[in-house]
């Protein structure tokens, strides 16, 4: 059973940075793609950011260019380097793991979330 526990978020500033972090407890990871889920309140749950098994990130249009996907198949771990936070970068961030088949992902198992909060 996978299980998916995030950190790193928090109270940063407009411009400000952030890494999420999430490991990823089960026995696949290395062949799982991985990805970031952000949910705004009132809003649907949002792919933002997404890795395959051997490492193409893709990237919603919101995040691209300040967001960063990786992935540490030794620590089973998916980072989210987050850089010129935004007031609408604001929500609970997920991580998600699933599969990747011809670039359409199909995420099967979500963490807990971890909040990030940009204010000034």
């Known amino acids: 059973q996978v299980q998916l526990l995030e950190s790193g978020g928090g109270l940063v500033q407009p411009g400000g940075s952030l890494t999420l972090s999430c490991v990823d407890s089960g026995e696949f990871f290395g062949i799982n793609a991985m990805g970031w889920y952000r949910q705004v309140p009132g809003k649907q749950r949002e792919l933002i950011a997404a890795i395959t098994s051997t490492g193409n990130a893709d990237y919603a249009s919101s995040v691209e260019g300040r967001f960063t996907i990786s992935r540490d198949n030794a620590k089973n771990t998916v980072l989210l380097q987050m850089n010129d936070l935004k007031f609408e970068d604001t929500g609970v961030y997920y991580c998600?793991?699933?599969?990747?088949?011809?670039?359409?992902?199909?995420?099967?198992?979500w963490g807990q979330g971890t909040q990030v909060t940009v204010s000034s």
């Open positions: 998600a793991s699933g599969e990747e088949t011809a670039g359409f992902y199909d995420f099967v198992s």
